[in-house]
């Protein structure tokens, strides 16, 4: 087995659960610490450097000035109650400075304090927003270009909705963890430690006893942070399947007004929406059991803070302006107890939501280029299958059983065969989006795990059984990552059999097909998809039931202008409708995985074997059948 081979069934085997982490059951199995996976943002945060050291200092300075205030008043009560200025001789001077009448001066500190803290904490939540919004759009691209890395295969039995939830409401959830969690962080730190160090300078009596009921808090936040984190997570998942629901609902829409279908819809919504109904209301319970609980540890401490403030006042150990900005800044300091409620419950929220991301930023594809791969030049000259067998992962029924042929560069080989028989897959392996469990797929005489992925997929032109247009104009969708003058895109359009109707249409190239081209028939969207693969000017083209959506005449007029227009290009055709394929150098007939007979439309039927067989019951001549 190549190197390449191994490695991808070592990741499948070892990694490939690793790609199995946005799955729901996987998250939900990985015991979590609060906060564990949120800290995985602090490396694009670093990438700001101003942003968070503007938020920072902006939120640190902003919280001096909040306390600014009430110390002022604290001295104010004091010198209207003594008629005489009290606190460090500094600020006395201060006072003066500002207005030989303290009262005037007093009062000017309590605007100066507000409208500082309104200058800072405006720097701080700019930086602080403009920094979630930065680091929100990092993280979806690399969640995006993780995502749009892995092989095709791995979408296979996950739900576009649910990848969806988690490039969009997962990561919008972090940017608000960033932008508002982060600053509820500083301002905790900040306003606790300025707050503190206050204090003590007045009482260090006081601030035990309006500190020792806070170590209640301990034990609380850990029975919230344990209990409410798994409600949260199975809340994310909910939130994805409910996108999931509604994304197969708006695309399938013509189906679910076909069968009439509309209730039985509703009700799938419904169960899906309920069971987020669900979730959210049981971790809103466990929310708003914590948040009392902050209440009453607040009430206790206050109450003790004013019971033995009083105390200490009567016996002249602090002063009564002392204590009324004792009593203030303390009032200032359950805000940040509130917001620690808060806080914690915005990361919980967050873990869930990063869990999800962060699994999408990890994923490893198992089809990768090799250390040593190179880039393919010149085109696809050969294309070979040497005994190749295949078995779809997770399933233990062989697909492909040593499968052989050869094509070389100008000759068109068709493949057909009953639904199931392995044509597809053949052509899923020249693609590289699965690996065979044996044998080789070789390219020029060499293994195509040589040549690089990108260099390989660039010499192929690819047209699927379903045609995927994308949201646009024709034009956008037959130029797709490519480039090319209007001259080149009429002459695709023309090989692809789509010039005629696309010149009646009122805006031509430029005319919108809509959500996955529904405003084009099967045959046309099937001519554009055409007339995209056409304009590469592949030296290999695939075609995967391409045909299949279009009228015999028109059918027939695009072979003819593929035959007259590739001389030197590879073509690989799978189909059901053997009018495709009749002109092939060789036809391949298979069933269930292994080749049961080859050779051209005229040694086929003289045999006399499954394609004889088909040929005779598309054409109407069942005598022979």
């Known amino acids: ?104 001066g007093y009062g000017f500190l309590i605007f100066l304090g507000f409208f500082c803290l309104a200058i800072f904490q405006g720097i701080s939540e700019y930086a602080w927003q403009t920094l979630g919004y930065n680091i929100q759009h990092d993280l979806r691209m690399d969640a995006t270009k993780s995502l749009i890395a892995m092989e095709a295969s791995y979408y296979d039995m996950r739900q576009t909705g649910q990848i ?62 344990t209990s409410v984190q798994r ?69 206790i401490a206050f109450g003790l803070l004013v019971t033995a403030g009083g105390y200490l006042t009567s016996t002249g150990e602090i002063s009564t302006g002392e204590l009324v900005t004792f009593l203030l800044i303390s009032t200032r300091m359950t805000m940040p107890m509130f917001i620690f409620g808060i806080l914690v419950n915005q990361l919980q929220r967050g873990e869930a939501a990063a869990c999800r991301v962060f699994a999408a930023v990890d994923l490893e594809p198992t089809i990768f280029d090799a250390e040593d791969a190179i880039v393919l030049e010149g085109g696809i000259n050969t294309i070979e299958f040497n005994n190749v067998h295949f078995t779809y992962p997770n399933t233990t029924t062989k697909v492909l059983s040593g499968i052989s042929f050869k094509v070389s560069g100008g000759e068109f080989l068709g493949i057909m065969g009953h639904t199931g028989a392995g044509k597809t897959t053949i052509l899923k392996l020249l693609m590289r989006y699965y690996v065979p469990d044996s044998g080789e797929v070789l390219v020029n005489g060499k293994d195509i795990n040589a040549f690089t992925l990108e260099s390989v997929r660039e010499a192929i032109g690819f047209v699927s059984q379903d045609p995927f247009l994308f949201y646009g104009s024709i034009k956008d969708n037959v ?35 809509g959500d996955r081209g ?9 001519r554009v998809s055409l007339a995209r693969a056409l304009l590469k000017k592949p030296s290999l083209l695939i075609l995967d ?81």
């Open 518 to 526: 529904a405003k084009l028939s099967g045959g046309q969207k099937a």
């Open 1 to 104: 087995m190549p190197s390449q081979q191994a490695d991808a069934m070592s990741r499948m085997i070892q990694g490939g659960a690793k790609s199995d982490l946005m799955t729901p059951d996987e998250i939900n199995a990985q015991r979590q610490v609060l906060g564990k996976q949120i800290w995985r943002v602090i490396p694009y945060a670093k990438k700001y450097p101003k942003r968070v050291i503007a938020g920072i200092l902006g939120n640190f300075i902003a919280r001096i000035f909040d306390l600014m205030p009430f110390v002022a008043i604290g001295f104010a009560v004091d010198y209207f109650t003594t008629n005489s200025m009290v606190g460090p001789q500094i600020f006395q001077d201060m006072i003066l400075a500002i207005n030989p009448d303290p009262a005037y």
């Open 231 to 299: 409600k949260y997570r199975k809340q994310r998942e909910s939130t994805g399947d409910i996108h999931a629901v509604l994304e197969n609902l708006i695309s399938g829409i013509s189906v679910v007004q076909a069968f009439n279908a509309q209730d039985w819809e509703a009700n799938r919504v419904s169960r899906e929406s309920g069971s987020y109904r669900d979730q959210a209301m049981a971790a809103s319970k466990d929310r708003n059991r914590f948040v009392p609980m902050i209440y009453v540890v607040a009430g």
């Open 164 to 225: 969806m939830s988690v490039l969009s409401s997962d990561v919008n959830q972090l940017e608000d963890v960033v932008s508002d969690s982060s600053t509820s962080i500083i301002r905790i730190i900040a306003t606790f430690s300025t707050a503190f160090l206050i204090l003590v300078t007045m009482s260090w009596k006081l601030v035990a006893v309006l500190f020792g009921p806070i170590l209640l808090i301990i034990p609380i936040v850990f029975w919230f942070s």
């Open 545 to 625: 039931e391409a045909s299949s959506a279009l009228d015999a005449e028109t059918e027939k007029r695009i072979q003819e202008n593929l035959l007259s227009s590739g001389t030197d290009r590879a073509t690989i055709a799978v189909a059901h409708r053997l009018s495709t394929i009749r002109n092939a150098n060789e036809i391949l007939s298979m069933v269930d995985g292994a080749i049961v007979e080859r050779g051209n439309h005229e040694q086929l039927i003289e045999n006399s074997g499954v394609y004889a067989s088909q040929w005779n019951i598309q054409t109407g001549d069942v005598s022979n059948y």
């Open 479 to 513: 130029i797709y990552n490519q480039k090319a003058s209007d001259e080149e895109l009429e002459v695709a359009l023309e090989l692809a059999g789509a010039a005629e109707f696309v010149s009646k249409l009122e805006n031509g190239m430029q005319t919108m097909v």
